[in-house]
């Protein structure tokens, strides 16, 4: 039966308007306001939306910036690195990290991840330093934290830098053994994030920032983002221009009071789909771990990898949208061939290219929409038995 004409409206991988709809007069009237006072650039929202946002996460200073990229070039800015210094990254990730620090003219170190969280392990980076390493990038991936105690005792016996690329776990919570939480991206030297439209809290055009609990590293940061210089006309470094626009930050500061119900939405979505499909052989579900919160920025399953692309095309043709996040790793970029480094033979992270697929996840998913989802998902695996 084609349960298709039963679904209201199209499933989308990430549903925008159905977000903004539920907070239209808010988000309209934090506009206009912008509009009628004429101020577009910093001002007194862009410093308080900062200010709420280092509440929110419990770090003590938060610098907004234009995007989620810039926010990692800034970070390594602030540290100083000198050319040649090696960065280790996950090789299963986005090419934010390892673009950046390969402009910054240092290198990137590709390592292999984890099979059930898909984020860099403290043993891969232990096995990928060398006297030249200053520096550890890693990336909270889909929405859930890396094994983050076992990577900051490493690195603080190794004297690395830390960078969380937190672009995609934005309000995931880290539990260590003693029982201490801190909030992603809190918890290395600096963190990032993105407020790219489609990340869990995002804006209605590219915005980012960088977090840190090191009141010197922040002001730095500040002071490269604005063009070097502390002091208007006064350049001591040499910075970038990188800034949230003002009505980007009044639409995170409306947006931001709903963030946990955000997350509780996918973490809703995300139930659903793991009931569904527990009893389904060909389907690993994503992996939780003991010491970090899943916030779903992705809802990612393994499947054989020579089932992936079928099941990709039978949902396509339910006019229900997949994605594979990531089809090919750092390793096998063009762009990154001769000037990343490459360490062991990346096991995981290929098999993953081939066998990962997300499903839609957003905050708007409905019960109806959920069933065919996953109906349409079983339904391809008992066909193919
Ligand atoms: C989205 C994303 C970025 C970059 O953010 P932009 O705002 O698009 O520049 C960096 N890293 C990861 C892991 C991301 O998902």
Known sequence: MNLAPLIDDTIQMVDLTGQYQR???????AIQDCIDQAIFIKGGKVTQFENQLAQYLDIEQVISCGNGTDAIQLAFMALGLKPGDEVIVPAFTYAAAAEVIALLGLVPVLVDVDPLTFNMTAASVEGAITPK??????????????DME?????????ELYIIEDNAQSLGAQY????????SAGGLGHLGITSFFP?????????????????????ARVRMIANHGQEVKYRHDVIGINSRLDTIQAVILLEKLKFLNSYINARQQAASWYDAAFQDVAEIEIPGRT????????????????????????FLQQ??????VYYPISLARQKAYQGVSRVVGDLNVTEELCQQVLSLPMHTELKPLQLEFITDSVRTFFEMAR
């Open 198 to 218: 489609s990340k869990n809290l995002g804006c209605f055009g590219d915005g980012g920032a960088v977090y840190t609990n090191h009141p010197a590293l922040g």
């Open 150 to 158: 076992n990577i900051l005792n490493l690195c603080s016996s190794r």
């Open 133 to 146: 390493t200053r520096a550890v990038v890693p990336v909270h991936l889909f929405g859930q934290c890396a």
């Open 23 to 29: 907070i239209k007069p808010e988000i309209d009237a």
């Open 290 to 313: 003991s010491y970090s919160t899943h916030v779903f920025h992705q809802y990612t399953l393994k499947v054989p990898a020579h089932q992936r692309d079928g099941l990709k095309a």
């Open 175 to 182: 539990t260590f053994k003693a029982g201490k939480v801190v």
């Open 318 to 323: 339910r006019n229900i949208p997949s994605m």
